[in-house]
């Protein structure tokens, strides 16, 4: 039954709610049949009947008879949003390389987000380049990625004796080699958890900094542990679109001047990065407990200074800032052998009371240690969260994954969330496992491998990602900084990854890197806060050709939604809540389709 959605008055609002279709449709979504198969056709079904006796399964929709008869879409003028210029395909507007070069280079501040201002948006479609095709599934793509989907060969030069990646005709291999692991990344890690507790769940969450395509990331998979990976877009082309191409948590940034969007004690283990502030800010996002691995220079200086052509005194004194930044952040040296050096955080700050004399240990004053959106990073120690005994964890102990997924968190337990119990956050829970086996009946495919990147663009307490949480998928919780409450930390908590966003701008990422989005009343969320095409775009611009969309907000925002991605080339359905049509909560379902760049686009 086709049912007529009229945004002008209330009235037909509550007739869309009334007679809204009792079943939902099901979005089978783009198989790929190799993997050079572009442009994989899209099953979709829906329910062709308003009774739920007669809820017939219609095997392929088109989507353009179905829109004919919804009156308000297609009766109403729709602005249709063009394709930008085949220059753009790989367009991230925070991370311009022709930006960046106008602002200055101490500290890495040109490699930092400077998103275009209001008036300089493109407001445009980003096509796909020609020859795009549908990613390998993983495990394949930890090893394997289409050369048409980032066709750069630079890094396959400089990166050549050091393995990152090799150019093998339409697809690029990556044999696990780093800078720094020679042996293939998964030697590097059995020689890291021989000191690191990996294999039992007690780290789940890591952090590389400077990550090259990620192998390391890559690797941990098959270990449970979930790595979140950054490297800036420079002169080593599309490390971070490599990263995700191959199914890898990957984000463009740097450590520059400003601080790390993420919370406060949210990684178990950190890897690489530089001394000094640096370290600070490391140590800030660092569990108490957790693991910080310094891999290659100047680590064994003394045997490999004419290797790395360096000066012996100069790596000395590199070193010896280095051991000297970790006394300071009250690390503990617990291994070093060959080029690693791997250092624990202690648990609480009793034992390091001789630092509070220190007149070197300046401490972090803000009242919010979690407030690092733009941010300036600080050359401060961050305190550590105040204990009763000398054992016990700072911040709240953490059980192993997966029981912390659904556990309690410290952070909640404690009631460092205002105003959010632990009984709030076990409705929350039991709301989103209820939420997801909905999504499940509208989309079979959504925990089968088909969706490997996905992002909760309003993740909360990451309730919608512990519900499908699995080996063959991940998501990227963001929380906007925006948001009434600061949840990121609670996420971490969980053992899930996830960062700080503010959707006014661009994400920090590359096009066509995610195959599935969601989003929790965002658009609410955001209302009056700024332009809603402007948050679609956003989303076009990093979802796949096929990739797939949920949102989830009241009635009369969806359908507002509705109407603009009607100009966006993607094929949509507005369905009720999994409790009925009185609800005025409702999801609307969307299917980005496939198109690549042509020579028309003029923007």
């Known amino acids: ?59 392929s929709l088109n989507f353009e008879t179905h829109h004919a008869g919804e009156s308000s879409i297609s009766s109403a003028k729709v602005k249709a949003f063009e394709p930008c210029a085949a220059r753009y395909t790989d367009y991230t507007p925070c991370h311009d390389q022709k930006r960046a070069m106008t602002f200055p280079r101490e500290s890495m501040i040109y490699r930092e987000r400077h998103c275009v201002p209001e008036n300089e948006k493109l407001r445009c479609l980003v096509p796909a380049p ?31 004796i050091q393995n990152w990646i090799q150019y093998e005709g339409e697809v690029f291999r990556f044999p696990g080699g780093g ?14 958890a021989s000191v690191i507790p990996m294999e039992n769940g007690t780290v789940r969450t890591a952090l590389d900094t400077g990550c090259g395509v990620a192998s390391w990331g890559a690797y941990l998979w098959s270990r449970n542990v979930r790595a979140m990976s950054f490297a800036p877009r420079d002169s080593h082309e599309a490390q971070v679109q ?26 178990d283990m950190a890897h690489c ?18 693991y910080w691995i310094l891999s290659g220079p100047p680590i064994n ?47 609480n700050d009793e034992a390091c009371r001789s630092r509070q004399d220190d007149p070197r240990a300046n401490f972090c004053k803000t ?145 066509r890197t995610y195959d599935l989005i969601h989003a929790n009343h965002l658009f609410s969320l955001y209302k009056n806060k700024c332009n809603a095409d402007d948050i679609l775009l956003e989303m076009d611009r990093i979802l796949r050709p096929e990739g797939a969309v949920i949102i989830r907000d009241d009635v009369d925002t969806l359908i507002k939604v509705k109407r603009i991605i009607s100009g966006m080339r993607w094929d949509s359905k507005l369905v009720d809540h999994e409790d009925g049509p009185l609800v005025n909560e409702k999801v609307l379902i969307a299917v980005k389709q496939y198109w690549v760049t042509n020579s028309t686009a003029s923007h």
């Not at 990263?243 to 990684?267: D, M």
């Not at 990065?273 to 108490?288: A, Q």
């Open 301 to 347: 200086w003394k045997i490999n200074y004419k290797a790395w052509q360096r000066p012996r005194e100069d790596l000395e004194e590199e070193q010896r800032k280095i051991e000297e930044a970790a006394k300071l952040l009250c690390w503990e040296k617990k291994y070093e052998h060959g080029e690693i050096a791997i250092w624990q955080k202690r648990v």
């Open 179 to 192: 800078t720094q692991f020679p042996q293939g990344a998964d030697k590097y890690i059995d020689q890291l």
């Open 273 to 290: 990065s530089r001394y000094g502030m640096y370290l600070m800010e490391v140590d800030r996002v660092l569990r108490p407990g957790g």
């Open 1 to 59: 039954m086709a049912i007529k959605s009229d945004n002008k008055t209330r009235s037909s609002v509550q007739i869309f709610i009334v007679f809204s279709l009792c079943c939902f449709f099901y979005i089978l979504g783009a198989w790929q049949r190799s993997g050079f198969g572009k442009g994989d056709s899209i099953a979709l079904e829906m329910t062709n009947s308003a009774s739920a006796a007669d809820c017939n399964i219609v095997p």
């Open 130 to 160: 020609k020859g795009y095709v549908t990613p390998f599934s993983w495990p394949k793509s930890r090893d394997y990625v289409p050369y048409a989907n980032a066709p750069y060969k630079a890094l396959t030069v400089e990166k050549a």
């Open 367 to 511: 009242d919010d240690v979690d407030d690092v959106w733009y941010k300036k990073m600080e050359a401060c120690i961050t305190p550590y969260p105040e204990t009763s005994s000398s054992d016990e964890v700072a911040g709240g102990e953490l059980q192993v994954f997966p029981d912390r997924l659904n556990a309690v968190p410290p952070r909640i337990s404690s009631g460092s969330v205002s105003g959010v119990t632990a009984d709030a956050y076990e409705d929350d829970n039991r709301q989103w496992k209820k939420h997801v086996k909905a999504y499940k009946r509208i989309n079979g495919l959504l925990d089968t491998g088909r969706y490997r990147n996905i992002m909760d663009m309003n993740a909360g307490f990451g309730g919608f990602a512990a519900a499908i949480e699995s080996q063959k998928l991940w998501v990227m919780n963001v929380v906007p900084t925006i948001a009434e409450k600061n949840r990121l930390g609670v996420v971490y908590e969980r053992g899930l990854i996830g960062i700080y966003h503010d959707w006014c701008e661009a994400f920090s990422t590359y096009p």
């Open 242 to 267: 490599f990263a995700l191409e191959r199914g890898v948590p990957a984000v463009i940034g740097v450590l520059g001047s400003i601080k790390l969007p993420y919370p406060t004690r949210a990684f």
